[in-house]
């Protein structure tokens, strides 16, 4: 194992404190709970907006804090659910007095333990506490971690437009019902050209002979649907796109499309898998209204992408225009 | 070789396709000359300032063209210097009579077609242009393709800061002043944990062993100082500011930190080397003022980081800080 670290058993709180060192007007961080908030929270009458998961994803969650966006994320172990004391405290961290979103990738863990948070945070604190599970990924049904469809790409989508709801002034049925139909809306598919390491493990989380590819790989690491031969981009893209079209109907709709670096990919070639995507689309038929290249949603140093495409109305896409300002998506102002 | 692309020969061409169809709005790229350009280029009465060198250290130049930073970069082969005819291609683009300011990484390729190009342009065009070498790599004097220093993080401060200074209406001589300044200021380091693999070569460009880190590492792959074991986090990052407060006094300035991703570094490794780096540096007395952690420079899917130190007065602190708005650099407004 290669890696940039002191101790494997403390890579997520003291990269919390770089975080904290680097961005001191940006974000405050809760060492003791690996919090991440902005520096402004709670704002009264603001719906609080959190997210969280286990580490090894950035900057997916703790880079998306900020206006228009989060108002904190909570990072777990590397690839490990947070406890619900965590949770608790982002909640109470961000509590304007307007009502929390939870933002809850599905997985057993995290779902179960963002459950637990809002139980807790009704009772000891009286919030009312909104959860939307986000379960874009069309590769496969269940998955070693997970009850129905992994959470993956989408994340990004619903962070950003629940954000900007709640940015707005909107209330906290609002911003929950927004998230849901972003949800609705977006499917995912990853593919993966290696593995990755988690620290604490030391060794690779699985083994990917040296042309092979698993395609409908979790960002976990989780088995996806088979092991091919490494194809061209083209291939690949082609590979990724059809599952998406089968399963929603985009035809003849905008759309919002990333393609997403698992960690270890250069962007000269997310951009070459972009060309692919966006032919396979618009001869689909699909209008291309917004998009994003570029890592996102990471497992560690994995090489391999996803796409995550976004069925979007005017409403979708004015609140994916609408300025924000974090430490890994920024525009307008 | 795991890439996700269609043919090592065409991986920068079909790269720049997929850019010019994911950011209609922000650039429009030339495809025969390989150069992207803002779309507003050229503005009457602004200089131009224009980069550029060989592929694969995306974001660095493409990821920078826009508001407040490039109004061109020019995009040669992987690590291949881009021919004249591209770099007059790119001046010709962002003239708007105010002259044009080249920055020059500083590799011998890169140095010499830069000022052909410059050649060509005040015979052809009447073009009046300055160029700036960039040099800021302490690691060793002169390498594989450098008489003298390299030029390597610090071109990201460079396009900054003229980019801000020129965006002001300031003219070519200032501009080109302010460059010289960045340079004379800044000092960087890198280390390598892993090779990368050019397309075209289809093999790794050295080998390192399991527990190995090549120590003053090049953007290419090029030699470093030594090659060591790997330690933790704290003894690399040592290892790399020594060299660097070594070569330039910080004591009790401002500073500029940038803590560089090679581009197989997860971003969690890249803040626990930014922990160790801050507390070195503020150790030996330097104030940082501002930070990016992030990948920046990269070298394809090398593992590994670069720290760069600026030391900043209130004039480049303030050009730092001004609006900048491009695809891998945004922020204010």
Redesign the interface.
Known sequence: M??????PGQ??V??????A???PDSVRVDLENRVVVRTDAPRPGKVGVISGGG??H??LHS?FVGVGMLDAAVCGE?FTSPVPDQLLAATQAVDGGAGVLHLVKNYTGDVMNFEMAAELAAEMLGTRVEAVVIDDDVAVQDSLYTAGRRGVGATVFVEKIAGALAESGADLDAVAAIARKVVAESRSMGVA??SCTVPAAGKPTFELG?GE?ELGIGIHGEPGRERLP?G???E?AGRLVEPILADLDFTGRDAVVMVNGM??????????????V?RLLEGAGVR?AR?L???YV?S??M???SVSVLRADDELLALWDA?V?TL?L????
Request: hydrophobic share 45%.
């Open positions: 290669k890696k940039l670290i002191n101790d890579v997520v003291e990269a919390l404190e770089g975080l060192l680097a961005h580490s090894g950035e900057p880079g590397v050209l290696t040296e590819m490494l061209t981009a083209a690949v960690g270890g990919t250069p962007l000269i070639e997310l951009y070459i898998v972009y060309r692919e966006a291309i998009s290249v570029g890592n990471t560690l140093e090489a391999g992408c300025p300002d890994s920024r525009w307008g102002a």
